[in-house]
């Protein structure tokens, strides 16, 4: 059997406690968050593998961009029905099982696109680019819903935010490698079959892992209380308490709106600046730096958290700055010749938003404890894909074409797209979902205050008075 991992120094009185309740953390749960984010790191590369290069794809299969577009979309489409699918895997047939399922999803989708390279005759390979996008769909609707769980499971109380952040933001590690790989490998059109091949790796490498280094979903013994009572409610009872829960649906809401903002941003950057004559390299560049800073900005604020536990503030500050830099970037976008100033944008905007996601997730498993963590972090994710559909559709619908100026780089073949609207649109919602969560958002720490009053309640059962229950009798002269 594994040795347990002690604890930090600074947790002692912490870590005394749980070996006394029998609590334990283990070595191999880092094995296991390995594993889990390198899979979520592959996924998204293979999410946003056209993204950055969609003109010069579409150019090449002679397709349009909605077409090209379709491609990063279909995981916001998928993931809606799928997702409610797996919430019930993860709080019923374990976060073993879904991580293997969803590692073979995820391989075979990635093998499934390079099809029709393979195959000269092919005429049309629209269809094998969009079924290999489709079985990455369902796969990261098991992966991104896992961090939480797998932090509230396998990590020390004083660890659960740090192992979520890391979990979580190998995800957007993997839109940063995506940003400036396909750049680089398909500066013509023939590069195209090498960055459809060089995205198979990471894919076969986190499957290969999944299978051989995963050996069951949870600890012999539990890290915390909270782990110790984890997925206590069933699926449907679980979900109906979730919708029961006004300060919940305020924060889901609010968060899945981000989340559709940020991933129509991450899908739409390259077509939004090309109009004003930036490259393909800068706008990867801009791409790359918005993952960058918003994976360091994650780390700082995890870690700060940790220690603080101040969640509610945490998310409500981050949204306020967030929204201030995505109003900044929509009047931005629209000038040339800004290169400094929307790199800047791009840095900022990743570094107040993307920090603030595992610290959201997180609050949403605080504030509904005792559903399980699938179905709480599961229920944001499948909203905010949702709302991303919504706030994708809208941002390309809301452009038009215009007579192309002879700035523009855009390389799809047609005249270019006018995205004020669209970016003001972008900002407004941003500003609306950050001002109603500042104002509505109120919740307790309910799985804190759970571990904390079993805590208290072993205490006192094991304090000298509570041992000897019988009082002492004066001794009489």
Request: hydrophobic residues 50%; charged residues 10%.
């Amino acid at each position: 059997m594994a040795r347990a991992e002690e604890d930090r120094p600074g947790a002692d009185a912490t870590s005394a406690l749980g070996a006394l309740l029998g609590y334990r953390a283990y070595a191999r749960r880092w094995v296991f968050l390995l594993v889990l984010s390198l899979l979520n790191f592959s996924n998204a590369t293979l999410w946003l593998s056209f993204a950055p290069v969609a003109d010069t794809i579409a150019h090449h299969f002679l397709l349009s961009t909605k077409q090209i577009n379709w491609l990063s979309l279909i995981y916001l489409v998928a993931s809606i029905p799928s997702g409610v699918v797996a919430i019930w895997v993860l709080d019923s047939v374990g976060l073993r099982w879904a991580t293997i399922v969803c590692a073979w999803l995820n391989f075979a989708g990635s093998v499934f696109r390079t099809l029709a390279f393979l195959f000269i005759e092919i005429q049309d390979p629209f269809p094998f680019l969009m079924g290999g996008q489709s079985l990455c769909a369902l796969a990261q609707t098991l992966v991104i819903f896992s961090p939480a769980k797998l932090a509230a499971l396998w990590f020390p109380e004083h660890q659960r935010a740090t192992a979520n952040m890391i979990g979580t933001m190998s995800n957007p590690l993997g839109i940063l490698v995506a940003n400036l790989l396909s750049p680089a490998l398909v500066k013509k059109e023939e590069g195209i079959p090498m960055m459809l091949g060089i995205y198979i790796i990471p894919a076969g490498l986190a499957c290969l892992l999944a299978i051989t280094c995963l050996w069951e979903s949870v600890p012999p013994s539990p890290p915390s209380a909270g782990a110790a009572h984890s997925t206590s409610e069933k699926f449907l009872d679980g979900l109906k308490l979730l919708l029961r829960n006004r300060a919940y649906i305020i924060l889901a809401v609010c968060f899945g709106g981000g989340i559709g903002i940020f991933s129509s941003f991450s899908v739409l950057l390259e077509q939004v600046l090309c109009v004003k004559g930036y490259s393909n390299e800068f706008a990867g560049l801009c791409g790359a730096l918005f993952i960058g800073f918003g994976v360091l900005g994650a780390l700082v604020l995890s870690l700060y958290v940790d220690r603080t536990k101040h969640f509610i503030e945490a998310v409500k500050i981050g949204f306020c700055l967030t929204s201030m830099v995505c109003v900044a970037f929509a009047l931005v976008s629209q000038l040339q010749g800004q290169t400094f100033a929307l790199a800047t944008l791009c840095s900022l905007l990743g570094f107040f938003g993307f920090s603030v996601a595992p610290i959201a997730m997180e609050l949403a498993v605080e504030c509904s404890f005792p559903v399980g963590e699938g179905a709480a972090a599961g229920l944001v994710i499948v909203l905010g894909q949702a709302e991303g559909v919504l706030v994708m559709v809208l941002l390309t619908g809301l452009t038009t074409r215009r007579a192309e100026p002879s700035i523009s780089t855009c390389q799809d073949g047609q005249g270019p797209l006018d995205w004020m609207v669209s970016m003001l649109l972008m900002a407004g919602l941003c500003t609306l979902f950050s001002c109603f969560l500042v104002f509505f958002f109120h919740t307790q720490y309910r799985r804190r205050q759970a571990e904390a009053n079993e805590s208290h309640s072993i205490q006192e059962d094991t304090s000298p008075e509570a041992a000897d229950p019988v009082p002492c009798l004066a001794a009489t002269p």
